[in-house]
């Protein structure tokens, strides 16, 4: 009887699951497996957030697995070996997992290659599980990757998207040792308001905001950068975690149509685009993808202060205090504060991408690193010395202070669009706040970063 395994890594799904579908094509037995990895908790990648978010994930999977006659496989360890042993302990003759992007998934591919054929199994990597489009299918004449977005996206909607698979209705798995499951109550420090993980949960939201014609797909174009109106898809935790597949997405979207459909596809393209950026220059996500000369300040204090929302500037502090407590915040918000680190306090941009990662649900390194490059300018971002006038920025997309009251309650008293100007507050009420002054001046901050990129 022949076997397989299928890894799972970012793909923890059942519904269009293109590479578990090619393993059972392929063998009699399967073995579902996931491996906790211990070479990401070195290198810190699993902050507690994630880690709750996917011991939500793999009980789910697992579920859904028994329900087809199979069980989820979990070892602990170094993927290489576990696999290794996987296969030696079911005799499996391939191994099926999907393509990654950055520099570790390269690396732990080119690991099992080498290891699987030293013991004659073949690895099969299979592109477009991860993402919508395969990074490196549509290309520039003459380049390995584009720079750019706006051409990408022309080619990305011309390029057509593979059709989604079904779930399959059986999957059977031989017999073979695993560890329990991790639990989500086992995981400290997880913010409070973390959302639920999991294949049923992703397709309940994304049934529920296909459904709502005022909040979901249907106002998305109009009101995706709405703060206090909360009316973005929040599925990106899920793309992450690919309990939910972006080809499918995408195709269900197109399904539904409208402006807000075609607004909602041009964002997954967006991580699409990040995906093929990473995949073809890896160290972007330390480095800067477009160097501009900047010699970054480092005032411990005033990042102290934008990490626990305190920095003054109420729209700022709004975003970094629902970070903290939900571990997500809308890309509104995510722009804004990585704007005020970085062109306002002129900071470097890996100490607020580091920070997001440490919280965020969704924190992928392919779209938190570039889109953080993006806001400092040192991306693919064709304006690169733009900067986002916080105060502008709150009264257009929070102009009457919702999103502020809501996640900082020292102005929860303060009507309408006041509260993103506390300064102003006569001496008295001003010192009856238990809310700091503003670290800079916004003309500070833009002359103290036109300065430091010779524009002044």
Request: aromatic share 8%; glycine share 10%; hydrophobic share 40%.
């Amino acid at each position: 009887m022949s076997v397989a395994v299928m890894l799972f890594t970012s793909d923890l799904r059942l519904h269009d699951q293109p590479a578990l579908r090619a393993a059972l094509r392929g063998a009699d037995e399967v073995v579902p497996l996931f491996v906790l990895d211990r070479g990401i908790h070195r290198a810190g990648f699993d902050a507690p957030n994630r880690r709750a978010f996917l011991a939500d994930c793999l009980a789910a999977l697992d579920a859904g697995l028994r329900e087809r006659g199979g069980r989820l496989v979990i070892r602990t360890g170094e993927v290489t070996e576990q696999v290794c042993r996987a296969v030696a302990e079911s005799g499996a003759r391939s191994v099926h997992v999907a393509g990654g992007v950055s520099a570790y998934a390269v690396r732990r591919e080119d690991r099992l290659r080498e290891a699987l054929e030293a013991v004659r199994c073949a690895l099969h990597v299979h592109d477009g599980v991860i993402t919508a489009l395969p990074p490196g299918r549509v290309t520039p004449t003459g380049r390995d990757h584009f720079a750019v977005f706006t051409p990408y996206f022309r080619r990305w909607q011309a390029a057509g998207l593979r059709e989604a698979v079904a779930a399959p209705r059986t999957v059977p798995v031989p017999e073979l040792a695993g560890h329990p499951l991790p639990r989500r109550t086992a995981v400290a420090r997880v913010s409070p308001g973390l959302a639920r993980g999991g294949e049923p949960e992703a397709r309940r939201r994304l049934r529920d905001w296909l459904a709502d014609e005022s909040g979901g797909i249907a106002a998305y174009e109009r009101r995706h950068d709405d703060l206090p109106g909360d009316a973005t898809s929040r599925l990106s935790p899920h793309l992450h975690f690919g309990t939910l597949s972006a080809a499918e997405l995408v195709q269900r979207a197109h399904g539904k149509g409208g402006p807000g459909a075609e607004a909602f596809v041009r964002q997954l393209a967006w991580r699409d685009f990040h995906h093929q950026v990473l995949a073809a220059r890896p160290d972007a996500a330390h480095a800067d993808y477009r160097a501009r000369g900047d010699h970054w300040r480092r005032n411990d204090k005033e990042i102290a202060a934008w990490k626990d929302g305190r920095t003054g500037c109420p729209i700022v502090d709004a975003a970094m205090r629902q970070l903290r407590h939900e571990g997500w915040i809308p890309g509104r918000a995510r722009l804004l504060a990585a704007s005020y680190l970085t062109k306002t306090l002129y900071t470097d941009w890996r100490i607020g991408a580091r920070h997001f990662l440490d919280l965020l649900v969704d924190g992928d390194i392919a779209d938190n690193q570039l889109n953080w490059q993006w806001a400092a300018g040192t991306g693919t971002d064709t304006r690169p010395n733009r900067v986002l006038d916080p105060l502008a920025q709150a009264k257009r997309f929070d102009p009457h202070g919702e999103y502020v009251r809501r996640w900082v309650p020292e102005l929860a008293h303060l009507a309408g669009g006041a509260v993103h100007e506390p300064w102003k507050l006569d001496g008295l009420a001003r010192a009856g706040l238990d809310y700091p002054d503003p670290l800079v001046e916004q003309a500070e901050g833009r002359a103290r970063f036109e300065r430091a990129r010779g524009l002044d």
